[in-house]
């Protein structure tokens, strides 16, 4: 089995949901909750709540490609959130919480733009998922990292995150974790 890794970079909305999610994934050997695709260098979670510096809260994954593709990784994002509303998620609303695929090469763009072709299908509205080359990616604040799992009794985390978390586990039992 190889050891080499790649990065995948998916904002679906809030983060912590997506980082929850994703560290439940067999083959995902790191998840980062951080900014990406705004004007502001090295953002803070304050800046991009106000909507005006133009980030994503996105997840950085690495993976191991011979464990989980990337295709599978987009399915599992595709299941977690809407990609359907546009600067939104539940209540969750702006530009940071946006539907977006952060690509890092032509494989993945292609992959991703056709992926979204065939969710078409699948979802009743219109996809306005973002599809992007990676820009940078700024890594958010440390108590952003592993929230669901230091706060699972945290209001947002009982009624947002663990439902997503649940329905992930239920959907991809053969992709967890131990």
């Known amino acids: 089995?190889?050891?080499?890794?790649?990065?995948?970079?998916?904002?679906?909305?809030?983060?912590?949901?997506?980082?929850?999610?994703?560290?439940?994934?067999?083959?995902?050997?790191?998840?980062?909750?951080?900014?990406?695709?705004?004007?502001?260098?090295?953002?803070?979670?304050?800046?991009?709540?106000?909507?005006?510096?133009?980030?994503?809260?996105?997840?950085?994954?690495?993976?191991?490609?011979?464990?989980?593709?990337?295709?599978?990784?987009?399915?599992?994002?595709?299941?977690?959130?809407?990609?359907?509303?546009?600067?939104?998620?539940?209540?969750?609303v702006g530009t940071q919480y946006r539907s977006v695929i952060f690509f890092h090469n032509a494989e993945q763009e292609t992959l991703a733009r056709q992926i979204v072709k065939e969710m078409a299908m699948v979802w009743d509205d219109t996809i306005v998922t973002e599809i992007s080359m990676a820009p940078m990616f700024y890594l958010a604040e440390e108590y952003h990292q592993n929230y669901f799992r230091q706060h699972p009794q945290q209001g947002y985390c009982s009624f947002v995150v663990a439902p997503k978390v649940a329905k992930a586990r239920k959907m991809f039992v053969g992709k967890l974790i131990g």
């Open 1 to 92: 089995m190889t050891t080499s890794t790649e990065i995948a970079t998916l904002g679906g909305g809030c983060f912590w949901c997506t980082e929850a999610v994703y560290q439940q994934i067999h083959g995902i050997v790191k998840v980062e909750s951080g900014y990406s695709g705004g004007v502001v260098h090295n953002p803070t979670y304050e800046q991009i709540c106000t909507g005006t510096t133009g980030h994503a809260e996105v997840v950085r994954l690495t993976y191991n490609p011979a464990v989980i593709s990337y295709r599978e990784l987009l399915e599992i994002f595709f299941t977690i959130h809407d990609p359907t509303t546009l600067n939104r998620q539940g209540n969750d």
